[in-house]
């Protein structure tokens, strides 16, 4: 059975960084994109960053450009979310979802679907506050 498990998340002070790591087991590495999804407080669930399996291309969401950066490791099967400088409005619960992307999809769509992704992580609290 597929299972993500998400760690990272911390309180942290304005201008700090925290690396989230989704832990994906039960399926062969590869197989399926993973990609990070946040939802703060009365806020519905958005994309923040998403990687292609099929050729790593990267898309961020603008509030996160030049900030987080994404990528993965298949060999321990681990999708990474590096986040620096982070802000008050990064607070949010950091999930990270799975789905089976056809090859050409576009990677700015995978995060805007997040409708579509079948396996859900329980989720990862990041606090931004001094």
């Known amino acids: 059975q597929l299972r993500l498990v998400e760690s990272g998340g911390a309180l942290v002070q304005p201008g700090g960084s925290l690396r989230l790591s989704c832990a994906a087991s039960?399926?062969?590495?590869?197989?399926?994109?993973i990609n990070w999804f946040r939802q703060a407080p009365g806020k519905e669930r958005e994309g923040v960053s998403c990687?292609?399996?099929?050729?790593?291309?990267?898309y961020y969401t603008d509030s996160v450009k030049g900030r987080f950066t994404i990528s993965r490791d298949n060999a321990k099967n681990t999708v990474y979310l590096q986040m620096n400088s982070l802000k008050p409005d990064d607070t949010a619960v950091y999930y990270c979802?799975?789905?089976?992307?056809?090859?050409?999809?576009?990677?700015?769509?995978?995060?805007?679907?997040?409708?579509?992704?079948?396996?859900w992580g329980q989720g990862t609290q990041v606090t931004v506050s001094s």
């Open positions: 990687i292609s399996r099929s050729d790593d291309r990267t």
């Open positions: 979802a799975a789905v089976r992307w056809g090859p050409a999809t576009d990677v700015q769509a995978m995060c805007q679907a997040h409708w579509a992704y079948d396996y």
């Open positions: 039960g399926f062969t590495p590869g197989y399926y994109d």
